[in-house]
């Protein structure tokens, strides 16, 4: 299970966001000291802990919890996400800043604006920036989040990819995961090749996904 993480950041003013702190936290705060930036905030796409940490099957998986000692940073969330992050990673609610669906955060001149995508989980969102789409669990280049856990739901998983197949093809998506090769693909080409894009109706999407 490889994970992706991601750090969004402006060349000018040197700030950045990291998108989904996990595993190795101090690593990761490294690779950004040695790019000559300074972490200024968290982007979480959901709550499971290979994203921002927690238990999971009998593993202490680092996260935020980790980050924000070495970090005192706002971790953006989406509202409906809150509840499931604070039980899973320990962090309080004051330390979550929490969005709604459009939203956009602003890290020096670079505007990210953020989708809401439930599904996979209730609050899952992905981030839009600069033509590029870091999509977390709900899209993969191939497949898509479960929908059979916890918080899961197949009815918004399919409104979520409908709304994500709206994209312009010259998009690149950016995984959370790298379930297939390359690492990231043009929306146009995961559109076209991507079997979770088959169904037309969320009646033949249920046929398929539908618990």
């Given at each position: 299970?490889?994970?992706?993480?991601?750090?969004?950041?402006?060349?000018?003013?040197?700030?950045?966001?990291?998108?989904?702190?996990?595993?190795?936290?101090d690593?990761?705060?490294?690779?950004?000291?040695?790019?000559?930036?300074?972490i200024?905030?968290?982007?979480?796409?959901?709550?499971?802990?290979?994203?921002?940490?927690?238990?999971?099957?009998?593993?202490n998986?680092e996260?935020?919890?980790?980050?924000?000692?070495?970090?005192?940073?706002?971790?953006?969330?989406?509202?409906?996400?809150?509840?499931?992050?604070q039980?899973?990673?320990?962090?309080?609610?004051?330390?979550?800043?929490?969005?709604?669906?459009?939203?956009?955060?602003?890290?020096?001149?670079?505007?990210?604006?953020?989708?809401?995508?439930?599904?996979?989980?209730?609050?899952?969102?992905?981030?839009?920036?600069?033509?590029?789409?870091?999509?977390?669990d709900?899209?993969?280049?191939?497949?898509?989040?479960?929908?059979?856990?916890?918080?899961?739901?197949?009815?918004?998983?399919?409104?979520?990819?409908?709304?994500?197949?709206?994209?312009?093809?010259?998009?690149?998506?950016?995984?959370?995961?790298?379930?297939?090769?390359?690492?990231?693909?043009?929306?146009?080409d995961?559109?076209?090749?991507?079997?979770?894009?088959?169904?037309?109706?969320?009646?033949?999407?249920?046929?398929?996904?539908?618990?």
């Amino acid at each position: 299970m490889v994970n992706f993480v991601y750090a969004i950041g402006d060349l000018v003013t040197r700030e950045c966001v990291i998108v989904d702190p996990a595993y190795a936290v101090d690593e990761l705060a490294s690779i950004v000291q040695a790019d000559d930036m300074v972490i200024s905030g968290v982007l979480g796409t959901h709550y499971h802990p290979d994203h921002l940490g927690g238990s999971m099957m009998g593993w202490n998986i680092e996260g935020i919890s980790t980050l924000l000692d070495v970090a005192d940073v706002p971790v953006h969330i989406n509202r409906y996400e809150s509840e499931w992050v604070q039980k899973t990673t320990g962090v309080s609610s004051n330390l979550l800043s929490l969005h709604d669906a459009g939203d956009i955060i602003r890290i020096g001149e670079i505007d990210i604006t953020l989708l809401h995508t439930p599904g996979h989980t209730p609050g899952s969102q992905c981030f839009l920036v600069d033509n590029k789409l870091v999509s977390g669990d709900t899209l993969f280049l191939e497949g898509c989040g479960r929908t059979d856990l916890p918080g899961s739901n197949p009815d918004d998983m399919f409104d979520s990819l409908t709304l994500l197949s709206t994209l312009p093809d010259d998009v690149i998506v950016f995984p959370g995961h790298q379930y297939s090769q390359p690492a990231q693909m043009l929306m146009g080409d995961v559109r076209s090749s991507n079997y979770v894009f088959k169904p037309k109706t969320k009646e033949a999407w249920l046929q398929w996904f539908g618990r």
